[in-house]
């Protein structure tokens, strides 16, 4: 595993203050949106497909520190839209980075070579670049509906990592992908150097237009078997293990909803990164109105069947891996040998 | 357009029950929509959130600021006039005018 020691040592001891409080509900990474457009326009993307009077609005910096602060989560990430198209994203960066919050800006990298040599953004042990990958060559540039952008991105790495920028990848695995490809694709991302990988399989969006490309639960632990059975001792991963071994159909876990909370222009979110099912105006109303029990594999909920992906589960492996003892061994002997 | 898309959509809710359901649906459409009051005026936006309990829809209006609140007892109708930004964009849509576009090339 890769996520550095500082930002491990912050995510346990956080979770271990939420406890000492007695707090069973808290956040762990904010989602901040802090705008919809996007220079890309991927199938299955249901974050993006706005009246155009909605997707040229921003949230301000002010409002997005505001919701840091709220919120108090020690991750942010700012996923989008795209968010090197945000003007402020600099200034928004350095802010958070300022008050020591650990930052994922997750990008297209499209902009990242110009924005990088224009200054906008500084290394920082505190700042991530996570930068969408879904896939080598063409099957990257099919899935994000444009050909080129997979060699942009990769120009792209290499120039954050000369520069001295974390880099790590993200990753949706949609229905009917290659496991033989995938693991390949590994090999390249560690080829390139990045310092991990995160991987998730993709979701059916309510509001997606395209319904049939995504994994089902069975379907999707077997094809994470096949991927992840027998890792390459040189992969790594900037995820929890033991969300991984999820992934594998090696640990039943229920979702943690409210663990990646997501704030944009409408406010907050409910329940979850992927379904809007409304808007709360405070973190505080997000907490204490919504109806949590409707949502997770247990309650039966269709949209939350066969759902997986890392906002709403790695909450959960993180909680699990410092509030139990057999949590923290499987993590702790994964992170050790490499093996999950 | 696509054949699911509400597009163009324009209902007769007969009484609250239906009305609420139209909220809901225009809540989960994508484009914006125009909200017909029982006074006779229009509100033209994309309607992003609502609350049944509280009876009360929040839109963001092309021009304006911030959002507006519209009581669901205020409401005759509500119709599906801005277009479907989400008709159409689906991935076999796109493989499909790939493929078309690289049969064009060889002929
Ligand atoms: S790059 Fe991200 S936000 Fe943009 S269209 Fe693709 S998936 Fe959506
Ligand atoms: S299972 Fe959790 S993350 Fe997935 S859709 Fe339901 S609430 Fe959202």
């Known amino acids: ?340 | 357009m696509g054949d699911d898309s509400l597009q163009g959509w324009a209902p007769e809710p007969r009484d609250a029950d239906e009305l609420a359901h139209v909220v809901d649906m225009a809540f989960d459409y994508r484009g914006d929509v125009t909200i017909v009051l029982r006074d006779g005026t229009e509100r033209v936006g994309y309607l992003f959130n609502r609350s049944r309990e509280r009876g009360q829809a929040q839109l963001l209006e092309p021009a304006a600021a911030g959002p507006v609140t519209v009581r669901y007892a205020d409401i005759r109708t509500i119709r599906f006039t801005g277009k479907d930004p989400a008709s159409g964009k689906s991935y076999a849509a796109w493989l499909e005018r790939k493929k078309a576009d690289k049969a064009q090339t060889e002929r």
């Not at chain 1, 590994?186 to 994994?215: N, R, T």
């Not at chain 1, 809007?276 to 907490?287: C, H, N, R």
């Open chain 1, 1 to 340: 595993m890769s996520v550095p020691l500082s930002q491990m040592w912050t995510v346990a001891t956080y979770v271990l203050r939420q406890r000492l409080r007695g707090r069973t509900r808290y956040p762990l990474v904010l989602m901040l949106e802090p705008l919809f457009r996007c220079n890309l326009a991927c199938a299955g993307c249901g974050k993006i497909q706005y009246p155009a009077h909605v997707l040229k609005r921003q949230l301000t910096v002010e409002q997005c520190l505001a919701a840091a602060e709220e919120c108090g989560a020690p991750i942010v990430s700012i996923p989008g839209g795209e968010p090197l198209l945000y003007p402020e994203i600099g200034r928004l960066v350095k802010e958070l980075v300022a008050r020591k919050t650990y930052v994922y800006l997750c990008t297209n990298a499209i902009l990242l070579e110009d924005k990088l040599a224009q200054g906008v953004l500084e290394p920082s042990k505190y700042l991530s670049l996570s930068v969408h990958m879904d896939g080598l060559g063409d099957e990257h540039d099919e899935a994000v509906c444009r050909e080129g952008v997979f060699d942009t991105a990769v120009h792209a790495i290499h120039e954050a990592l000369r520069r001295g920028f974390r880099v790590t990848t993200n990753t949706t695995l949609f229905d009917g992908v290659d496991p033989e490809r995938v693991r390949t694709f590994c090999d390249a991302m560690m080829d390139l150097g990045v310092e991990g990988m995160m991987m998730s399989p993709g979701y059916s969006y309510s509001k997606a237009p395209d319904q049939e490309h995504f994994l089902r639960r069975q379907r999707a632990h077997a094809l994470f078997r096949r991927i992840l059975e027998h890792p390459n001792r040189r992969w790594k991963f900037n995820q929890s293990p033991l969300f991984l071994q999820f992934l594998m159909g090696k640990q039943d876990f229920e979702c943690t909803p409210w663990g990646n909370p997501t704030y944009n222009l409408f406010g907050w979110q409910r329940p979850c990164y992927l379904l809007q099912e409304g808007y709360a105006s405070t973190f505080q109303e997000l907490m204490e109105t919504t109806p949590w029990e409707r949502y997770g594999r247990a309650s039966g909920n269709d949209k939350c069947r066969d759902c997986m992906v890392h906002c709403g589960y790695e909450p959960t492996a993180v909680h699990h891996t410092f509030n139990s003892w057999r949590g923290f061994r499987s993590a702790a002997t994964a992170t050790l040998t490499g093996k999950l």
